[in-house]
């Protein structure tokens, strides 16, 4: 399975970023779809998921200002970012499991400046 993410960028700190992660197989086939961050010297962390049955997750930090979808047709999973602050810069990564196996897409980097 492969899983391709997009949408990072460079932005100021109140701006928004909206992430997609599309997938080379139709998405109903994973028990969870997520998205991870890794900022520098970081260990890499769940930022928000989504399971097969709709059931969703954030991290505190991100309560309220994120918003993760999908949209079954187009094999996407999205991750809507809003007020986004310095700390929210790293990479972020696509996450997919199932079956016992987890796919990765590759990072995207997000930028927040001050």
């Known amino acids: 399975v492969q899983l391709q993410a997009s949408g990072g960028g460079s932005v100021q700190a109140g701006e928004s970023l909206r992430l997609s992660c599309a997938t080379s197989?139709?998405?109903?086939?994973?028990?969870?779809m997520g998205w991870y961050r890794q900022a520098p010297g970081n260990q890499r962390d769940l930022v928000a998921s989504?399971?097969?049955?709709?059931?969703?997750y954030y991290t505190d930090s991100v309560k309220g200002r994120f918003t993760i979808s999908r949209n079954s047709a187009k094999r996407t999973v999205y991750l809507q970012m809003d007020s986004l602050r310095p700390e929210d810069t790293a990479v972020y990564y696509c996450?997919?499991?199932?079956?016992?196996?987890?796919?990765w897409g590759q990072g995207t980097q997000v930028t927040v400046s001050s």
């Open positions: 996450n997919a499991r199932r079956a016992g196996m987890t796919d």
């Open positions: 197989r139709s998405i109903s086939i994973f028990t969870y």
């Open positions: 989504i399971s097969r049955d709709g059931n969703i």
